[in-house]
């Protein structure tokens, strides 16, 4: 992942929330026009000029590929550019073209590189509408977010796919980072729940990272807690997968990683039944110490860890006392 192109660069340090499929921010110049007063206005405005420029140059085929790479790179930079992507004739299906024009590379799987970082321009792009509280519900509300999963369901491993999976689930992870219930009903309406699922049985540790965030976040809403402890079923899927990834962990340990499964785990344990199934099916890896030395730097991660033993510890106890009382 060290040659991701410069608009998908992601820091380590991201992971602490959701991961921003973008560079950080250069710091503003000291004085001059990031300031306050006309020369701060005054730069302001060029830089709308040039957004607006670039906006319009999506709708024109010869020169949407270098608008694509220019609005990625600067969109940092450029205030109020979700509204304008989102009301401006055209760019959003000039987007959507960009993103349906790779389904017939997807399988079999032919995908170049160059294809690759184009189309994750454009879904740079939606993410930044994704991302903005004025865009956000119409971006749901025209099911944008289904135009991406065909990206997910791919099971290629090579670069060109795991670029386009990452940037795919950095758009769903921009929705799910604002707590919204009307954001995860309409998730859960879908199939984001396997799609994460399959992504974090096969994809990098990054791709894993952002994909395991994703059912974090939808966990944490009651709404999507209700959801995946309605059927046993639901339940041992999400299970079954986060059991595997703690056994690979022991192998390969990864901090970020780790301290989203655990708090997937004790979300679950909110749950009586779900706490009551974890009894048998959470890994012995959690309890044993393991990941003593992986979480000897992060207090909060393994706070969560032995709140998690304690309330399955909890349900343990409360099941003997209650077949005790059951014999006398």
């Not at 919204?180 to 309406?189: C, E, G, H, Y």
């Amino acid at each position: 992942m060290a040659n991701l192109p410069s608009s998908l660069s992601l820091s380590a340090s991201s992971f602490g929330n959701i991961p921003a499929m973008s560079a950080p921010q250069s710091p503003s110049p000291v004085g001059g026009a990031a300031g306050g007063g006309v020369g701060g206005q005054a730069a302001k405005e060029k830089k709308m000029l040039g957004a607006e420029q670039l906006v319009l140059d999506l709708c024109d085929p010869d020169l949407r590929e270098n608008a694509l790479l220019d609005l990625s790179k600067k969109r940092e930079i450029f205030q109020d550019l979700a509204p304008l992507l989102w009301n401006s004739f055209g760019t959003i299906a000039a987007l959507l073209q960009e993103i349906v024009s790779i389904y017939p590379a997807l399988s079999p799987p032919t995908l170049t590189p160059s294809a690759s970082n184009r189309v994750c321009n454009a879904l740079a792009l939606l993410q930044c509408v994704a991302s903005h509280p004025d865009t956000r519900i119409l971006f749901l509300n025209a099911h944008i977010p289904l135009y991406l999963y065909p990206f997910l369901n791919t099971t290629s491993k090579t670069r060109p796919f795991e670029y386009l999976r990452l940037t795919s689930l950095g758009v769903i992870g921009a929705l799910v980072k604002v707590d919204d219930t009307d954001v995860i009903s309409f998730l859960l309406q879908t199939e984001i729940i396997p799609l994460c699922l399959r992504t974090m049985e096969m994809g990098s540790e990054l791709s894993k990272t952002v994909a395991t965030f994703i059912v974090q976040k939808i966990l944490l809403d009651d709404v999507g807690l209700r959801y995946i402890c309605a059927t046993a079923e639901r339940f041992f899927a999400v299970g079954s997968v986060l059991a595997n990834m703690v056994v690979s962990l022991a192998e390969q340990p990864s901090t970020r990683l780790l301290k989203h499964i655990i708090r997937c785990y004790l979300r679950l344990s909110d749950n009586p039944r779900a706490c009551a199934a974890l009894q048998s099916c959470l890994p012995e890896m959690l309890k044993d110490g393991t990941f003593n030395n992986c979480l000897r730097d992060d207090p909060a991660t393994r706070r969560w860890l032995s709140q998690l033993l304690g309330n399955v510890n909890s349900t343990i106890s409360a099941q003997a006392g209650m077949d005790h009382l059951m014999n006398m």
